[in-house]
C-alpha cells in the first residue's frame, strides 16, 4: 500500500517570500501521479500543481512550483512571493496511474501541512 | 457548470440516527468517490464506484453504504450514527485518461454525531 508522509504540521511565512513545504511517500510503482492541494478554512479542496512520475522536469504553476526527487521518493511545493491568500492547509496526495484495479483514481493524502503567512 | 454538487453542507444527527449524503454530478464521470476527513488530518477512502451498478469498499467503509443506480449519482448512507463519524464528507468525480485524468470534489458536507 501506498503512504504519504508530511513532517511539518505547521509552517509559517512573511508576505512576499519563500517557502517550501515538504512530502515523502512511498510506493512499490513506477507510474504515479503527485498533488499538492490547498484546503483553505471553507474546507474546499484546490488543485495547485500535479506531476507525472514519467516526467523528468519539475511542474510549475505561476508561483508554485514542485522539487519532484523520484528516487529520494521526495516531492516538495515551493511557494514563491508567499500571498496572504496563500494562507491554509496543503495536502501531498498520491494516486496509482495503473488503469485498472482497486486503486484506479484513488487519492491517497498526507496529514496536511498548515501554512500561515505573516504580512 | 456545476460540477460535483453536494447536499446537505451541515447536518447535526443524533446518535442512532441515519441519513443521507446526496452526490451528483454533471460531467459524466464514471469514476466517483467518498472521502471523510477527520479533525486535522488528510482525507480518507470510504467507498468508490467505477459506474453505474459498481461499487468497491474504500480504507474506512465500516458503519457507511453507498449504491450507484445512475452515473449521475453516489449517495452515502449512514446507518446508526456514532460519534466516530463526526467529520467532513467529500464526494468526488473523476474525468477518464483522455479528458485530463483530473479529480473534481464537492464542497464538503459537516456532519457533527451528538
Known amino acids: 500500500a501506498q503512504t504519504v508522509t508530511q513532517s511539518q504540521p505547521e509552517m509559517s511565512v512573511q508576505e512576499a517570500e519563500t517557502v517550501t513545504l515538504s512530502c515523502t511517500y512511498d510506493?512499490?510503482?513506477?507510474?504515479?501521479?503527485l498533488f499538492w492541494y490547498k484546503q483553505p478554512p471553507s474546507r474546499q479542496m484546490i488543485l495547485v500543481i500535479r506531476?507525472?512520475?514519467?516526467?523528468?522536469q519539475n511542474a510549475t504553476e505561476n508561483r508554485f512550483s514542485v522539487n519532484f526527487q523520484k528516487a529520494a521518493k521526495s516531492f516538495s511545493l515551493k511557494i514563491s512571493d508567499s500571498q496572504l491568500g496563500d494562507a491554509a492547509m496543503y495536502f501531498c496526495?498520491?494516486?496509482?496511474?495503473?488503469?485498472?484495479?482497486?486503486?484506479?483514481?484513488?487519492?491517497?493524502f498526507g496529514q496536511g501541512t498548515i501554512l500561515t503567512v505573516h504580512p | 457548470n456545476a460540477g460535483v454538487t453536494q447536499t446537505p453542507k451541515f447536518r447535526i444527527l443524533k446518535i442512532g440516527q441515519s441519513m443521507t449524503l446526496q452526490c451528483t454530478q454533471d460531467?459524466?464521470?464514471?469514476?466517483m468517490y467518498w472521502y471523510r476527513q477527520d479533525p486535522g488530518m488528510g482525507l480518507k477512502l470510504i467507498y468508490y464506484?467505477?459506474?453505474?451498478?459498481?461499487?468497491d469498499k474504500g480504507e474506512v467503509p465500516n458503519g457507511y453504504n453507498v449504491s450507484r443506480s445512475t452515473t449521475e449519482d453516489f449517495p452515502l448512507r449512514l446507518e446508526l450514527a456514532a460519534p466516530s463519524q463526526t467529520s467532513v464528507y467529500f464526494c468526488?468525480?473523476?474525468?477518464?485518461?483522455?479528458?485530463?485524468?483530473?479529480?473534481?470534489f464537492g464542497e464538503g458536507s459537516w456532519l457533527t454525531v451528538v
Open positions: 510506493t512499490s510503482e513506477s507510474d504515479y501521479y
Open positions: 464506484s467505477v459506474g453505474a451498478g459498481i461499487t
Open positions: 506531476q507525472e512520475a514519467y516526467k523528468q
Open positions: 496526495a498520491y494516486r496509482s496511474a495503473r488503469t485498472g484495479g482497486t486503486s484506479y483514481g484513488k487519492l491517497t
Open positions: 460531467m459524466n464521470h464514471n469514476y
Open positions: 468526488a468525480s473523476r474525468s477518464p485518461p483522455g479528458v485530463g485524468n483530473t479529480i473534481y
